[in-house]
């Protein structure tokens, strides 16, 4: 039997099942009970936060024979039919593979037949931002005017792209990012039921990790599970090559410090023991980030901090140093970031950007 991955395997049925997205939940449960369903949804949202998950639901629910307080009752013949993918009414279609002008016209030309089993023909359109052009305008006819038995669900990560035309016709839905909190206690239930010895300090890191997707937490768990022991933070770095919040810190102190023979030494060391390039600098990125962030706000600035460190800590390393100091690590530090995956030689790109951190003549040259 084949392994199933755990975004796959507890992949949500129900709308209560959903987490993190309650405001969307309960107004879309609430149409279903009113039997107002509209003919056109767009889901907007970073990555991983449900927006797939959340069609197929509706999909499900909009075609359940019985559905109960808005949830679809998942035991009809319709809601059977679809979980096990025998009907064709409710189709999934990816824009990136499917995204030209002829995939939109032979959609239109289909769309106008009635469904062949369920009360609704459903199109669930993922990534509709790469549709073309005329690919839009094509999709814009039917939409305009669209049969009764057709509903149209379309997901976005990028919201900016999709025509005001496509948008002024659809009932929007903003999702959040999962907080780490929800994160967090979704991985600890997952765990238990499938034995995974994670521990509260590998959950609260993996779910900060995930920045907010949940698909992209129970992605890190599942490369975590076949480590030996319990998964705690110490387990969680080392098997995906991260430092850790110690050697973070240490490393950015040899920074502040302008020790430069320190920091190349300690990133060597890192570098050495396999953890990841980018990865390393990410973090640095992060803890400068949340350094500006407690220099510029010294009072409300703490409910913006990743949670990574701690207040006192992150007070600590910033004290009696200018916040042109900050500016200027985050501000280089993104610039490596971004440039590092075009590197043919990231170890040395890293350790240039270590050397520009601690050189003060670049920093007296910038301000």
């Not at 969307?24 to 039997?35: C, F, W, Y």
């Not at 999709?139 to 997901?155: N, R, S, T, V, Y």
């Not at 499938?194 to 129970?218: F, H, K, P, V, Y």
């Not at 933070?233 to 080392?238: A, E, K």
């Amino acid at each position: 039997m084949s392994y199933t991955a755990l975004y796959r395997k507890f992949r949500p049925q129900e709308f209560e099942d959903v987490k993190g997205q309650e405001h969307i939940v309960t107004t879309l449960k609430n149409q279903i009970k009113a039997d107002r369903i509209g003919h056109a949804y767009l889901f907007c949202g970073t990555r991983g936060t449900g927006k797939t998950t959340v069609a197929k639901i509706f999909a499900k629910a909009v075609n359940c024979e019985h559905p109960v307080n808005g949830d679809p009752c998942c035991q009809c013949p319709s809601c059977l039919g679809l979980e096990s993918g025998s009907f064709l009414d409710v189709l999934e279609l990816d824009a990136a593979s499917n995204g030209s002008v002829n995939d939109a016209r032979t959609l239109r030309e289909e769309a106008v037949y009635p469904p062949s089993v369920l009360k609704k023909r459903v199109y669930i359109i993922d990534e509709v931002h790469m549709l073309s052009r005329d690919a839009f305008n094509a999709l814009l006819k039917i939409m305009e005017e669209p049969p009764e038995h057709l509903l149209f669900i379309l997901a976005t990560t990028e919201l900016h792209k999709v025509p005001a035309t496509i948008l002024s016709r659809c009932q929007r839905f903003s999702f959040k990012r999962i907080l780490p909190r929800d994160a967090e206690q979704q991985l600890l239930k997952i765990a238990a039921a499938e034995d995974i010895a994670l521990t509260s300090d590998g959950a609260e890191i993996l779910a900060r990790m995930a920045n907010g997707a949940l698909r992209d937490a129970l992605s890190l768990l599942d490369q975590c599970r076949a480590a030996d022991g319990d998964i705690d933070s110490r387990t969680v770095l080392d098997t995906l090559g991260l430092a850790g919040s110690t050697q973070t810190l240490q490393l950015m102190r040899c920074l502040l410090a302008r020790n430069a023979a320190d920091a190349l030494a300690l990133f060597d060391q890192l570098y050495r023991s396999g953890k990841d390039v980018a990865a390393l600098l990410g973090e640095l990125s992060d803890l400068s980030r949340d350094m500006t962030v407690l220099k510029a706000a010294p009072e409300g600035g703490a409910a913006l901090l990743s949670g990574v460190y701690d207040r006192k800590t992150l007070t600590e390393l910033g004290r009696d140093l200018p916040m042109s100091r900050f500016l200027y690590m985050a501000d280089t530090l993104q610039s490596c970031c971004a440039a590092l995956a075009d590197s043919i030689r990231p170890r040395t790109a890293a350790e240039l950007c270590l050397l520009r951190l601690c050189d003060e003549l670049s920093l007296i040259h910038i301000s």
